[in-house]
């Protein structure tokens, strides 16, 4: 059964700082890797896209990062901003069914 | 990229009622889907509404319960039938251009049912 599984549940930090996210999946066989941005009472927002031969996809101050080999994936945020506050979903998506598996999501609160 | 529509963004509904949410579409899509995200939970997927036949519907969702039509390429309806209390939820429309491409998702159906 493809999972998806996402670290910390809940992160608080200040303005300013960074942070990383983290994913776990098990997906079969593997498509591609996206991370998410849901804002409150909004749909999900795709960050980034990585196909297995992509290791580092950056989209402004969001950085994602794939390891095929552990099956893990990060999300890093540089220089946080009050509007980053959301959930970061991580989903996986199986390369037979195209159907995508969502993580829960980590819920992140940027404080001023 | 897709811009995505749903109506209502929200409502309060009696048990035992129904309701339709409906999403439309700025351009042609190949793939439309339908996910449920219950408080605090990930995005589960509903259904594939097929254009022009019948939708796929996922493990633990029956069409007698999530109806769904899609008479083209830019428009679905979802409707809830026989609510209970447990079907409170948000309500997400999605597509993509082709399988396996990047998803859009519209802005969501809160749903209430008291």
């Known amino acids: 059964k493809n999972q998806v599984e996402q670290s910390p549940q809940s992160l608080i930090i200040l303005e300013g700082k960074n942070c990383t996210l983290q994913c776990n999946y098990t997906v079969s066989p593997f498509s591609n890797l996206r991370w998410y941005k849901q804002d409150t009472g909004r749909g999900p927002v795709s960050l980034t896209i990585m196909t297995f031969s992509e290791n580092t996809k950056s989209n402004g101050r969001y950085t994602a990062t794939l390891d095929a080999d552990t099956k893990q994936s990060s999300l890093h945020i540089t220089a946080s901003q009050l509007s980053d506050s959301a959930s970061y979903i991580c989903?996986?998506?199986?390369?037979?069914?195209?159907?995508?598996?969502f993580g829960r999501g980590t819920s992140l609160i940027v404080h001023p | 990229s897709a811009v995505i529509s749903q109506k209502p963004s929200r409502d309060i509904c009696q048990r035992g009622t129904s309701l339709t949410i409906q999403c439309q579409v700025d351009?042609?899509?190949?793939?439309m889907f339908w996910y449920r995200q219950q408080p605090g939970q990930s995005l589960t997927l509903i259904a594939t509404?097929?254009?022009?036949?019948?939708?796929?519907?996922e493990s633990g969702f029956v069409i007698d319960k999530f109806p769904i039509s899609r008479p083209n390429l830019t428009f679905s309806t979802l409707t809830v039938s026989n609510m209970s209390p447990e079907d409170s939820s948000i309500y997400l429309c999605s597509v993509e251009a082709l399988a396996g491409e990047e998803q859009f998702f519209g802005p969501g159906t809160r749903l209430t049912v008291l």
């Open positions: 989903v996986g998506t199986s390369g037979g069914s195209y159907i995508p598996t």
């Open positions: 351009s042609q899509v190949t793939m």
């Open positions: 509404a097929n254009q022009g036949s019948e939708a796929t519907y």
